[in-house]
């Protein structure tokens, strides 16, 4: 880590992890900049809390650092690193960063997952925030309740979410590991499902003897990591196999759930939740599972969970348009969009528009054939173009090659390729009392904002 009023600079430092980190680092004392390849709504809130934001990537940039962190994503060859290096600037990518910062907490409760690791790290925040702890906080996303995605706090708990992607949260320290499934994701990186597979089960070792290694034991590839691990290890779930089940479960008519956990058949808590679907219920167990190992008071942590309402860009209602309700979901791989789409079923709507910006070329081409069983339950579907994120064209993919099959498959698809031809389509088909879900970790959700600043919003039902 660093000391005091060291200058650390941040390559990439509007993404997600990177921005909290930026956060973090400041409130920690240092003095943080940092670059990145266009201007968000994060770059600005940084320059807002005083940082040296540089748009563009350059050598000088670099100039009175004493540390620079990278993101994975960076190329080695990036002007910005190869000067800190040439200068002999010490140089530590994101993840190594972060698991030197945990090394300072006693507790470090690290949620892994190929999806659902922001809305379990922030159910989990939230609810040792409200039980009266003073956790640190890292997620991938901005959560309201506990103040943003970065948060510094006492020395007992840092609650993080912990990426897979290039085996980052190998990087990680946890006393506490969550599992939440493991699924094909990232195949640029790994070989194949059972190579993701093995990477957990490097993860789940990474805890200490005295840790814990809690997974959700109805994925049979979380189940069998535990099965291997020589620590302490909790399940949860739905079948009943499960330490930690949620039982009598019933859902109201927007798929919210009402449900009592129970560990080896005993009640802890009734739990209502008001975010909707059988994942959240997941989501509800894997926190609880946590708090129980913390020995959080389950009352507490029963009213914690029935007051969280998400993070942004996790079913996110952005704002009501000439009648026309308009949601984001960070969701991209097919999992994740599928049960976005279920709840978005769920909701009141006449046609359910699932606008979806493929992220990576890597990711539409290994998964294509998932992505082809995706969209089921919605109405119409419109496809930008891929964000291309780290990567660039290999001229072998690209998103109208996925119109066709999807029609084959009985979709209404419809290659909408700019954010301007998608919001002009939906525009010229949308009726009041439609429903429009825009899918993907791009930046989509600009899409929902552009349709607002031209359009008449009214002010969203709470």
């Known amino acids: 880590?660093?000391?005091?009023?060291?200058?650390?600079?941040?390559?990439?430092?509007?993404?997600?992890?990177?921005?909290?980190?930026?956060?973090?680092?400041?409130?920690?004392?240092?003095?943080?900049?940092?670059?990145?390849?266009?201007?968000?709504?994060?770059?600005?809130?940084?320059?807002?809390?005083?940082?040296?934001?540089?748009?563009?990537?350059?050598?000088?940039?670099?100039?009175?650092?004493?540390?620079?962190?990278?993101?994975?994503?960076?190329?080695?060859?990036?002007?910005?690193?190869?000067?800190?290096?040439?200068?002999?600037?010490?140089?530590?990518?994101?993840?190594?960063?972060?698991?030197?910062?945990?090394?300072?907490?006693?507790?470090?409760?690290?949620?892994?997952g190929t999806h659902g690791k922001t809305t379990t790290t922030s159910m989990i925040a939230q609810t040792f925030s409200y039980c009266g702890e003073n956790p640190t906080i890292h997620i991938g996303g901005e959560l309201d309740a506990v103040g943003g995605g970065g948060v510094v706090g006492g020395k007992e708990f840092f609650v993080c979410e912990a990426c897979e992607y290039k085996r980052s949260f190998l990087s990680f320290h946890p006393t506490v590991a969550v599992i939440l499934n493991i699924d094909e994701d990232h195949l640029d990186y790994y070989k194949d499902i059972d190579d993701i597979e093995s990477a957990f089960d490097e993860f789940a070792h990474k805890t200490p003897r005295d840790?814990?290694?809690?997974?959700?034991?109805?994925?049979?590839?979380?189940?069998?990591?535990?099965?291997?691990?020589?620590?302490?290890?909790r399940t949860f779930g739905l079948e009943p196999f499960n330490e930690l089940r949620a039982e009598d479960v019933t859902y109201d008519e927007q798929g919210?759930?009402?449900?009592?956990?129970?560990?080896?058949?005993?009640?802890?808590m009734d739990v209502q939740l008001k975010v909707a679907g059988e994942h959240s219920v997941v989501d509800a167990l894997a926190c609880i599972a946590v708090a129980e190992t913390m020995q959080l008071p389950m009352t507490q942590v029963a009213q914690a969970l029935s007051q969280f309402t998400g993070a942004h860009r996790r079913f996110e209602l952005t704002g009501v348009v000439d009648g026309v309700r308009l949601y984001t979901d960070y969701g991209h791989n097919p999992a994740e969009i599928r049960n976005a789409l279920h709840i978005a079923a769920l909701q009141p709507h006449n046609t359910l528009w699932s606008v979806w910006q493929p992220h990576t070329y890597s990711r539409t081409k290994t998964l294509f054939d998932q992505f082809l069983t995706t969209f089921g339950e919605a109405d119409k579907v419109l496809i930008t173009d891929i964000c291309a994120a780290r990567e660039t064209d290999p001229g072998d993919i690209s998103s109208d090659m996925l119109i066709g099959p999807l029609r084959g498959k009985g979709v209404d698809a419809v290659h909408t390729p700019s954010f301007d031809d998608t919001e002009a389509y939906l525009r010229a088909h949308w009726q009041p009392g439609d429903l429009v879900i825009t899918h993907g970790c791009g930046d989509i959700d600009l899409l929902n904002e552009q349709i607002s600043l031209h359009g008449d919003t009214k002010e969203m039902e709470t």
């Open 256 to 268: 919210r759930a009402f449900f009592t956990a129970t560990l080896f058949g005993h009640p802890l």
């Open 211 to 233: 840790g814990v290694v809690i997974g959700w034991g109805d994925d049979f590839r979380v189940r069998r990591v535990l099965e291997q691990s020589d620590r302490r290890t």
């Open 1 to 112: 880590m660093t000391d005091g009023k060291a200058h650390v600079h941040f390559i990439g430092i509007g993404g997600s992890s990177m921005s909290g980190l930026a956060k973090m680092t400041q409130a920690m004392g240092s003095e943080v900049s940092g670059s990145d390849r266009t201007r968000s709504h994060k770059t600005e809130d940084l320059q807002h809390m005083g940082m040296t934001i540089h748009i563009g990537h350059a050598p000088e940039n670099v100039d009175g650092a004493d540390l620079v962190v990278y993101t994975a994503a960076i190329p080695e060859d990036n002007p910005e690193l190869s000067a800190a290096r040439q200068r002999g600037i010490p140089c530590m990518e994101r993840a190594a960063y972060l698991g030197r910062m945990m090394d300072a907490y006693q507790q470090v409760i690290c949620v892994s």
